[in-house]
């Protein structure tokens, strides 16, 4: 019984199974929100450069890759 539960606890069988476990959810289709949050200082002594990247950020894509 012993040769069992070392046989399943090596390294190499570690690895193998991990490696089986990472790479499952890869193939299937999966969609993953990301969000992106900026903080910017649009009022006070920062506000001449906040403003114009605000507007820039304004400008970025709501959504990227085609979905």
Known sequence: MRGLTSRWTSPRSMLLVSAALIASPA???INININIGVVLSLTGPG??????????????PTMMGGG
């Open 27 to 29: 193939q299937a289709d």
């Open 47 to 60: 506000a001449s450069l906040s403003i114009p990247e605000n507007d820039t950020i304004k400008m970025w």
